[in-house]
């Protein structure tokens, strides 16, 4: 199996840009997938496929990677931002799956 | 509506077992890896285990090996997940996930869909 290093918080002033970052040597090989989760909800898939936005996810939201690094960028963050992103790939075998630690993301 | 439902959750004692299901709506289930992750109170995401569509693979993290088991009825559009010799540590809410479809030849391995959650806690 392998990890994947995001850090723990971010903050973002409303309406700037955040970057949010995962490292892991499985993502040379696979795609990476990012979800959002509030409080006592379950996740949201908001980008997959490295830099693909599933329907109904606002344009805000992009993905991109460069190597062992998958990147979430929110451009113009809002309110509603506020959550926690966990980052998701397969592991170096490809067997199975592994999620980021999560990075909590604060909009002030 | 399109959807996952977990049940089954509850509070058990250490060394105990436990099945949970999840049941898939309005969706062709069949066609779909589905997936068990799991979130400890106040921690982040660990997949737990995933089936192939026909259940001929199935693969687990290395903390549940030889103590769940998943499983999955495509007839009743049910997954499984048979836990026992449960530990403390497994208290968890257990999501259900789907894989999403391929899309032009290529899979992109994105949990697309997810369930509530059901909650397990395992505590004398």
């Known amino acids: 199996s392998s990890e994947l290093t995001q850090d723990p918080a971010v903050s973002v002033a409303l309406g700037q840009t955040v970057r949010i970052t995962c490292q892991g040597d499985s993502l040379g090989s696979y795609y990476a997938s990012w979800y959002q989760q509030k409080p006592g909800q379950a996740p949201l898939l908001v980008i997959y496929?490295?830099?693909k936005r599933p329907s109904g996810i606002p344009d805000r939201f992009s993905g991109s990677s460069s190597g062992n690094t998958a990147s979430l960028t929110i451009t113009g963050a809002q309110a509603e931002d506020e959550a926690d992103y966990y980052c998701n790939s397969r592991d170096t075998t490809g067997n199975y799956y592994v999620f980021g630690s999560g990075t909590k993301v604060t909009v002030l | 509506e399109v959807q996952l439902v977990e049940s089954g959750g509850g509070l058990v004692q250490p060394g105990g077992s436990l099945r949970l299901s999840c049941t898939a709506s309005?969706?062709?289930?069949?066609?779909?890896?589905m997936n068990w992750v799991r979130q400890a109170p106040g921690k982040g995401l660990e997949w737990v285990a995933n089936i192939r569509q026909d259940g001929s693979e199935k693969y687990y993290v290395d903390s549940v090996k030889g103590r769940f088991t998943i499983s999955r009825d495509n007839a009743k559009n049910s997954l499984y997940l048979q836990m026992k010799s449960l530990r403390a540590e497994d208290t968890a809410v257990y999501y259900c996930?789907?894989?999403?479809?391929?899309?032009?030849?290529?899979?992109?391995?994105?949990?697309?869909?997810w369930g509530q959650g059901t909650m397990v806690t395992v505590s004398s």
């Open positions: 309005r969706f062709s289930f069949s066609r779909h890896w």
């Open positions: 496929g490295t830099n």
């Open positions: 996930a789907r894989i999403g479809d391929c899309t032009g030849g290529t899979c992109f391995d994105a949990f697309d869909m």
